[in-house]
């Protein structure tokens, strides 16, 4: 069943011939009445084109932004100055085809690297793009099914808020499988929702939200160039941000950490998703700077991937974080079971352990003894297929 999309939005999908294998890769959000927005990008220095276009767009509209336009099968990134003038001309034409100002569309692009964009493509399929824009559940499954690149279904989440017998709804859809690591990753995430609010009051929101959700999650340690979240407001439900602030702020963080589940469960090769719970931590930033490390140790990754439970690899990783630790106060639990007590092995059933992390999703809890600070960390393992993939992704 489609989820119900949020007043104030229409979208829809088509085929531009951008992807190789001829499914589709071209993307509208339309608010037609515009809508507030705020957004979060990749804290990578070489940025996509759509990412300089885009930001510069939300600044000279002041967060007013009427269309969203995605491409995938091209990241539109190392393409020179021709990439931003690319972006631009797209822009441009969905501004005219939708008589708005060239500002109010925000752009967004995934897929491979240093290949210009095919403007002409996406100029030719825009027509019926605009033209078949609706605000039903079927047209938002479509939108988020053209977004994918390397992933295997749609991800979407929503959830609704109820203030004084009327409603107000959040959808989130996201695409992602690959290059992810905190500080986002080959990821674009949109959040449309008829809350009346302002840019102020989504920019606060949705950095809350990213920081548990998606800086929380890591596949394979690389972070890319066109991680883009953006969050919508039409404010077509009447209910002001202000009345449901804090039932709001939940909203967007259930549907953040919906989307970024699914983006680790669909990691490319993934096998077993892991979810690191660092305690007793000084800080939280500290107990997530420990998680990320131990997420990314090849090490780690491939004990994980043969179900193998080698916590001395656990225990190394953090003990190199760059966080200050002791490591005599450290304890590691594999699910209930203890494998690693005051930083010392600590005697555990071997089979009954193997079991457990041969679970396709399972929990690593690591005690530091230091504080009370707990970070929840998603992460995977690495698998050959992973490796196979990633080989020949180019060709």
């Given at each position: 069943m489609?989820?119900i999309p949020?007043?104030g939005?229409?979208?829809?999908?088509?085929?531009a011939?951008i992807?190789a294998?001829g499914?589709?890769?071209l993307?509208?959000?339309?608010?037609?009445?515009?809508?507030t927005?705020?957004?979060?990008?990749?804290?990578?220095q070489?940025v996509?084109?759509?990412l300089t276009?885009?930001?510069?767009?939300l600044r000279?509209?002041?967060g007013?932004?009427?269309?969203?336009i995605?491409?995938a099968?091209?990241?539109?990134?190392?393409?020179?100055k021709?990439?931003?003038?690319?972006?631009q001309?797209?822009?441009?034409?969905?501004?005219?085809?939708?008589r708005?100002r060239e500002?109010q569309v925000?752009?967004?692009?995934?897929?491979i690297i240093?290949v210009?964009l095919?403007?002409?493509?996406?100029t030719a399929a825009?027509?019926?793009?605009?033209?078949?824009a609706?605000?039903?559940g079927?047209?938002l499954d479509?939108?988020?099914?053209?977004?994918?690149t390397?992933d295997?279904h749609?991800k979407i989440a929503?959830h609704?808020?109820t203030?004084?017998g009327?409603?107000?709804?959040?959808?989130g859809?996201?695409?992602?499988?690959?290059?992810?690591?905190p500080n986002?990753?080959?990821?674009?995430?949109?959040?449309?929702t008829d809350?009346l609010?302002?840019?102020?009051e989504?920019?606060?929101?949705?950095?809350?939200a990213?920081?548990e959700?998606?800086?929380?999650?890591?596949?394979?340690?690389?972070?890319?160039?066109?991680d883009t979240?953006?969050l919508?407001?039409?404010?077509?439900?009447?209910i002001?941000?202000?009345?449901?602030?804090?039932?709001?702020e939940?909203?967007v963080g259930k549907?953040?950490?919906s989307?970024?589940?699914?983006i680790?469960?669909?990691g490319e090769?993934?096998?077993?998703v892991?979810?690191?719970k660092?305690?007793?931590?000084r800080?939280?930033?500290e107990?997530?700077?420990?998680?990320?490390?131990?997420a990314?140790?090849s090490?780690?990754k491939?004990?994980w991937?043969g179900?193998?439970?080698n916590?001395?690899r656990?225990?190394?990783?953090?003990?190199y974080?760059g966080v200050?630790?002791n490591?005599?106060?450290?304890?590691i639990?594999l699910?209930?079971q203890?494998i690693c007590?005051?930083?010392?092995?600590?005697?555990?059933?071997?089979h009954?352990a193997?079991?457990?992390m041969?679970?396709?999703?399972y929990?690593?809890?690591i005690?530091?003894?230091a504080?009370?600070?707990?970070?929840?960390?998603?992460?995977?393992?690495?698998?050959?297929?992973?490796?196979?993939?990633?080989?020949d992704y180019?060709?």
């Amino acid at each position: 069943m489609s989820v119900i999309p949020p007043q104030g939005f229409l979208f829809s999908a088509s085929v531009a011939g951008i992807k190789a294998s001829g499914k589709p890769d071209l993307a509208l959000a339309l608010a037609p009445e515009g809508a507030t927005a705020a957004a979060m990008f990749t804290r990578n220095q070489i940025v996509a084109a759509p990412l300089t276009v885009g930001r510069n767009h939300l600044r000279i509209s002041s967060g007013r932004v009427h269309a969203v336009i995605v491409n995938a099968g091209n990241a539109n990134c190392a393409t020179g100055k021709q990439g931003i003038k690319a972006a631009q001309m797209v822009c441009r034409q969905v501004a005219k085809q939708c008589r708005i100002r060239e500002h109010q569309v925000f752009p967004s692009s995934t897929g491979i690297i240093g290949v210009p964009l095919p403007v002409e493509k996406i100029t030719a399929a825009l027509p019926r793009l605009i033209s078949s824009a609706q605000p039903a559940g079927e047209a938002l499954d479509a939108f988020a099914t053209a977004i994918m690149t390397t992933d295997t279904h749609q991800k979407i989440a929503s959830h609704c808020v109820t203030y004084r017998g009327t409603s107000s709804t959040l959808v989130g859809v996201a695409k992602g499988a690959g290059m992810i690591h905190p500080n986002m990753a080959t990821m674009l995430v949109y959040l449309f929702t008829d809350v009346l609010a302002t840019p102020r009051e989504l920019q606060r929101c949705v950095k809350t939200a990213v920081d548990e959700s998606f800086h929380s999650i890591s596949i394979d340690g690389d972070t890319s160039t066109n991680d883009t979240v953006l969050l919508l407001a039409s404010g077509k439900s009447g209910i002001s941000m202000k009345a449901i602030r804090e039932e709001f702020e939940s909203a967007v963080g259930k549907v953040c950490r919906s989307l970024a589940t699914q983006i680790v469960a669909d990691g490319e090769g993934v096998k077993h998703v892991v979810r690191l719970k660092i305690e007793q931590a000084r800080t939280a930033e500290e107990a997530r700077q420990i998680a990320r490390v131990i997420a990314n140790s090849s090490l780690v990754k491939t004990a994980w991937a043969g179900a193998d439970p080698n916590w001395g690899r656990v225990l190394a990783a953090a003990g190199y974080s760059g966080v200050k630790i002791n490591p005599e106060r450290i304890s590691i639990f594999l699910g209930e079971q203890q494998i690693c007590r005051d930083g010392a092995a600590h005697p555990f059933d071997t089979h009954a352990a193997h079991r457990y992390m041969s679970e396709p999703a399972y929990d690593i809890r690591i005690t530091l003894g230091a504080g009370a600070a707990n970070v929840d960390f998603l992460t995977c393992d690495l698998t050959e297929e992973y490796v196979r993939f990633n080989g020949d992704y180019s060709t």
